[in-house]
């Protein structure tokens, strides 16, 4: 042993796959280190994922060899400051060099957050490599969402399958701000086939970051307002998961989308991240739900991209609308065939 781990005289490798997240409850606006001001509920995707190994090597200083898509990226810098972090809590990690590969299965420029599944699988690895050789028995799971959060906030509740929670909320007494909780309660059989068609708007550069927009929220005049009604539509919506009502479920998530965007547009400086098609998808969904009595809906994340929500059993009538009214309206007439699914899996 040496102060209190394990002695690390071998490479070791291993692997994650972690998917990406929508969140149905936003997140917008932290505290202190990652902290959120409000609670969120989300669930993981199923195709949206990450792949990322890891393999340390001993007599290291904690250098960081980080390749996506087997090239040099970005990114690097940011996954340095966040092995940086976490060798406060993880000494192991200033004794070993790191090497890391990453890639996505969903195109990097389709604007989707990719930094939620990129950080739960580099998490989900570490936390994987702390469990082997770090004393005190911590769940692996717990471990990674609490890591997760500090390389990108919403990150946290990606490392569990199906619904999870974020946040401190009077609803669950085992939420908290520091990691996420899966939502493992009787939830309604209904939403087994949730979907979410990720309609493309545009790929483009955005405007502002979301971490600028977290801290914007410091000084925006509707913060305290906006922290009530996430708790409100926290209960509300976790109510809708109970007793499958797919209406309310819906109305709250486009009540949630429509308010992240408007506190946007109400930070100052103000910034407008939807676009002209994201107005027009928005308003064809509308009218095919009054139209048809299927129930769908939408949610937006902090970019032009409409997640277009509905149900298995419609699959086939709102793919057929997908493509005769939606398509024309994404960039190149892309969009992404997915829903909810099952959470991280250990590739090796
Ligand atoms: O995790 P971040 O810092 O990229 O923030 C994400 C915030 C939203 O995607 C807009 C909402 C959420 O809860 O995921």
Known sequence: MMNGLRKISKRIQVAWQCPSNIALVKYWGKRDFQLPENPSLSFSLKNSVTETSVEIIPGGSG????????????FAQRVETFIDRLSVEAGWMRKVDFRMDSKNTF???AGIASSASAFGSLALCLADLDSMFSKGETDLYARASSW?????????????????IWGKTNLFELAGDEQAIPLNGPIHPVFKGLKDAVLLVSSGEKEISSSKGHQLMETNLFKRSRIAQAHEHLYGLYL?????????????????ALSLHAMMMTSNPP???????????????????????????????????IHLLYFQ?????????????????????????DGMGDGPVKIS
């Open 313 to 337: 059993e419609n699959k086939t009538e709102v793919q057929t609308f997908i493509e005769g009214e939606l398509l024309s309206l994404c960039e190149d007439r892309r969009w992404i065939d």
């Open 107 to 109: 195109p990097h420029s």
């Open 148 to 164: 997760a959060r500090m390389g990108s906030g919403s990150a946290c509740r990606s490392v569990f399958g199906g619904f999870a």
């Open 240 to 256: 809708t998961l109970l007793t499958g009502d797919k209406q309310a479920f819906l109305e709250i998530a486009e009540a949630e």
């Open 271 to 305: 910034f407008i991240l939807l676009k002209p098609n994201s107005l027009e998808i928005i308003q064809r969904i509308k009218l095919f739900r009054e139209r048809t009595k299927i129930p769908l809906g939408f949610t937006i994340d902090a970019g032009p991209n």
């Open 63 to 74: 250098k960081v060899d980080f390749l996506f898509d087997g090239r040099e990226s970005v």
